[in-house]
């Protein structure tokens, strides 16, 4: 009986052992790309917005972002991600801030990135949820 007491221990601890050196190498991988894009708000896009440098990307059609966008925005409407990306935002270390109308686009656009290899790439969901204003026309 001890000795089964003893070897369930042991495992035990290997368990923990194991668990614990396994969780912590989030420093170790930091130079690798993430595998998602990042999902944040309204506010903290805006935080990012005036303390980094961040390029706003617009994954709305044309009329959308010529009737309201957010100011320094840049257009790459969902449709053309995987044909123009490489030339509209060619960095791919660079952090990048989609939007769209509701959420859904900027979502599906920020996989699409992802799989394409950019690194640092925030989805912040729809303009009807940004409180901070807008501009109209094209850039």
Request: glycine share 8%.
């Amino acid at each position: 009986m001890k000795k089964l007491g003893y070897t369930l221990s042991l495992i035990l601890l290997s368990g923990v052992i194991a668990a614990g050196c396994g969780n912590d190498r989030k420093e170790e991988n930091e130079d690798m790309p993430s595998s998602q894009a990042v999902k944040i708000d309204a506010e903290e896009a805006k935080k990012m917005m005036d303390d980094e440098e961040v390029i706003i990307v617009d994954v709305r059609t044309e009329e959308e972002f010529s009737d309201a966008h957010i100011d320094k925005a840049l257009l790459l409407t969902l449709d053309q991600i995987e044909s123009k990306a490489s030339s509209v935002i060619p960095d791919k270390e660079a952090t990048y801030l989609l939007y769209c109308r509701s959420g859904n686009r900027s979502s599906q656009a920020a996989g699409m990135l992802v799989e394409m290899g950019y690194t640092e790439v925030y989805d912040f969901g729809g303009i009807l949820d940004w409180p901070y204003g807008t501009v109209s026309g094209r850039n």
